[in-house]
């Protein structure tokens, strides 16, 4: 009966911490952005399929159908592969740790960034592997920053980050 117990406690508990670790990785990410910490930054962040994802996002915004003025605004071929370049190019030199960083200490005016937890619109799992995280934007009423992490050896990782519609379509509006 004891020996019952012992191990319906243990499996409770490894299912619990199990289902916790997205919360605790999101949290520690967060620590890290806050402390400037670029190495635990890149460790919880796969930056190739971050990059892969948002250079996608940006083409499709400023390529594909979108709404507002954007719709009738549409590329020729060779205009829109030359956009789809520049946003390549761009995604590439900015999106990197360092200037993640120092965007999240801009935005947050030399304040401790506020917990993650308490911004979180959404939260769940996808698969036993994947987790998927909306959190409210809070400059913006229009859009949330999504993510979805990975578990990859034991540890969960950034895969991919969706940007709000209406940061694509200012940035295309630049272009």
Not at 49 to 74: E, F, H, M, R, Y
Not at 87 to 102: F, G, K
Request: glycine share 8%; net charge negative; with cysteine.
């Amino acid at each position: 009966m004891r020996a019952r117990l012992f191990i319906s406690l243990a499996v409770l508990g490894i299912v619990l911490g199990y289902m916790a670790s997205p919360y605790v990785a999101l949290c520690r990410l967060a620590a890290s952005l806050d402390r400037g910490d670029r190495f635990a930054v890149e460790r919880d962040v796969d930056w190739a399929a971050v990059k892969a994802g948002l250079k996608q996002d940006i083409a499709d915004g400023i390529i594909g159908p979108t709404s507002g003025a954007l719709a009738s605004n549409a590329l020729p071929p060779f205009g829109a592969s030359f956009a789809s370049g520049l946003a390549e190019t761009a995604v590439e030199h900015e999106v990197t740790p360092q200037n993640i960083i120092a965007v999240m200490r801009q935005m947050q005016g030399g304040e401790a960034m506020p917990n993650p937890l308490t911004m979180l619109e959404h939260a769940f799992f996808e698969t036993p592997t994947s987790f998927l995280v909306s959190i409210r934007n809070t400059d913006e009423d229009d859009g949330h920053l999504r993510l979805r992490m990975v578990l990859q050896e034991g540890h969960w990782r950034v895969v991919r980050a969706w940007i709000p519609q209406s940061l694509i379509e200012r940035a295309a509006q630049r272009t």
